[in-house]
């Protein structure tokens, strides 16, 4: 039970970073203010904080013990690619398809939203295993 409680509890402190990156991401995007990020650093699911748990052996752990895990790890990496395309938009200062992306429907909102809904779902601590 211990082992649950802390996986929820890393999911949950997660899925608040994601929140604020995400935040801070479409905030620095609506106001062409994207500084130094480069999309090849944000389309890099490894290099966040999430991504690097995911590589450790307490993630493989989890992984076998909830496979809902490996939806999300689709999920994560799909954020990042559509991250790095909003990113790439930006730069050639293609405003319709960034609005598009950032848009209720829009391929960056649904893979935020989805990665966030399916992470507290895992969060939850009376989520099924499966």
């Known amino acids: 039970m211990d082992v649950e409680v802390n996986l929820h509890s890393l999911i949950a402190k997660h899925i608040a970073i994601h929140e604020m990156w995400s935040y801070n991401l479409r905030d620095a995007v609506t106001k062409c203010r994207t500084g130094g990020l480069r999309p090849e ?13 995911l590589a450790t052996d307490e993630a493989k752990l989890a992984i076998s013990s909830y496979p809902a895990l490996i939806n999300i790890n689709f999920l994560h990496i799909e954020f990042h690619s559509c991250a790095a395309d909003l990113l790439r938009l930006v730069s050639c200062n293609d405003k319709e398809s ?8 829009g391929r960056y909102t649904l893979a935020s939203t989805g990665l966030t809904e399916a992470l507290s779902k895992l969060a939850d601590p009376g989520h099924e295993r499966n």
């Open 41 to 53: 650093q944000i389309g890099d699911s490894s290099a966040c904080s999430f991504g690097m748990w």
């Open 98 to 105: 960034t609005a598009d992306m950032l848009g209720p429907s």
